[in-house]
């Protein structure tokens, strides 16, 4: 499909035009393998000299279908799913990364994936640095090395709702010749498009918004095409240099801009196996079918709590770019005009323990581990998602011991309203 076409019709239409006679709807293709007339077929594809289909560990129908839709609804040029979003991420650093290199981070990131990169990939011989994502470009610029391979980011960060400047990082990461890495999970590409501004590659949990019904575990990588990996060659030999395991192929010379994800697929998702399952990728599908629908429903609702908590004498703070006293709201306005996404943080007077009993008192909104579904959910970062952070680590993560991360769904604004009113007045 044309990617001129609006995010709206991407959302319905992108990613599956079935021919005649074929499925309106996209099918799930519950195959493990594929069948071929002659071992010389068979022979092109194992030698990525022509494409299709041939062991779903690597590709499959359903899931390429769903990936070009997100990359339609990025404005990227390729992409591929994962299992989840931490292997999205994983695989999008790894792919250009290896032992002896080196990745400056904000620090203000999910803390699955701070430990990610400053712990899983410090054991496979990966360093990285991480910084105050609002520091000034030259604070930032000393955290490179000659070996730094790529700058990462959350375009909102998880759980803080902090807002990245990407055009600043893009910037800085450009200077220093490496690809500037979005996650661009809570934003979705319906509020923002991050390689508009910059980016280089972006990152995805599906398994949030895209998917919406909190049914599969999920993630995405999406590629710009636009990052110049042959004038950085020196930085990128996995991409320019011969690759003995495909006969000396060379991934920039033999695929233009689709060499980042050609990669990933010949060689990690080969090698690692993360991939999403086709039944998984249906779902997804069928979420992103009403993601347009969905996000501004949820900015809608997050407002109107978030305006509430402001006025409420229990509440201590109350962090929402889309308030316009948020010390992001500047550039909320920027890179999120309609809107940032459904989750919010606060913290209540009293602190950690007042926050806890709080939860325990909820009725409408859940306790889970999950975020940014169609539910109402709350969690406490510091005692759960983020309990693996020292508190020096959990400030770096901009993640307050107090800080409760509420993600508003899409029911009834007064709804939500008044069970946050009765579990505060218990």
């Given at each position: 499909m044309d990617n001129t076409f609006k995010p709206e019709t991407l959302c319905v239409q992108g990613g599956w035009q079935p021919k005649n006679g074929e499925p309106r709807v996209l099918p799930i293709y519950q195959s493990t393998t594929f069948k071929?007339?002659?071992?010389?077929?068979?022979?092109?594809?194992?030698?990525?000299?022509?494409?299709?289909?041939?062991y779903t560990r690597l590709q499959n129908p359903t899931n390429d279908a769903v990936a070009n839709k997100i990359a339609a609804l990025e404005g990227g040029t390729s992409a591929i799913l994962t299992s989840s979003g931490q292997a999205a991420n994983f695989f999008a650093?790894?792919?250009?990364?290896?032992a002896g290199d080196h990745v400056v981070s904000a620090s203000s990131i999910y803390g699955g994936t701070f430990n990610l990169l400053g712990v899983t990939l410090k054991k496979l011989g990966i360093e990285c640095t991480f910084v105050d994502q609002d520091a000034s470009e030259e604070e930032i610029s000393a955290a490179f090395h000659p070996n730094t391979k790529a700058m990462f980011g959350e375009t909102l960060s998880n759980p803080g709702v902090m807002v990245l400047d990407i055009e600043k990082f893009a910037r800085i990461a450009h200077e220093h010749g490496v690809p500037l890495i979005i996650d661009n999970t809570f934003a979705t590409p319906i509020n923002c498009r991050p390689f508009e501004w910059g980016a280089d590659i972006v990152?995805?949990?599906?398994?949030?918004?895209m998917d919406g019904h909190?049914?599969?575990?999920g993630g995405?990588?999406?590629?710009?095409?636009?990052?110049?990996?042959e004038a950085n060659a020196e930085k990128y030999p996995g991409l320019c240099q011969p690759d003995p395991s495909y006969h000396g192929l060379t991934y920039t010379k033999a695929f233009g801009k689709n060499a980042y994800i050609t990669k990933i697929t010949s060689q990690l998702m080969r090698d690692l196996g993360a991939i999403q399952a086709p039944q998984n990728a249906f779902l997804l599908n069928l979420g992103l079918e009403t993601l347009h629908l969905r996000m501004p429903q949820h900015c809608k609702n997050a407002l109107a709590v978030a305006h509430w908590l402001k006025q409420c004498d229990k509440?201590?703070?109350?962090?929402y770019p889309d308030l316009e006293d948020d010390p992001y709201h500047e550039?909320?306005?920027?890179?999120?005009?309609?809107?940032?996404?459904?989750?919010?943080?606060?913290?209540?007077?009293?602190g950690r323990d007042v926050a806890i009993r709080f939860m325990d008192h909820l009725k409408l909104a859940a306790i889970v581990t999950h975020v940014a579904d169609a539910r109402t959910s709350v969690l406490h970062p510091a005692?759960?998602?983020?309990?693996?952070?020292?508190?020096?680590?959990?400030?770096e993560a901009g993640v307050a011991p107090d800080l409760i991360r509420f993600s508003v769904g899409i029911e009834n604004a007064d709804d939500i309203i008044a069970d946050i009113e009765q579990a505060l007045n218990q």
């Open positions: 071929y007339e002659t071992s010389e077929q068979m022979a092109k594809l194992f030698d990525l000299e022509e494409s299709g289909y041939f650093i790894f792919n250009i990364c290896e990152t995805h949990s599906t398994t949030k918004y909190a049914t599969c575990v995405c990588v999406v590629d710009s095409g636009n990052f110049d990996w509440v201590a703070w109350v962090r550039l909320a306005k920027k890179y999120l005009p309609k809107g940032s996404c459904g989750v919010l943080s606060f913290g209540l007077k009293g005692s759960h998602t983020h309990r693996q952070l020292s508190d020096e680590q959990l400030k």
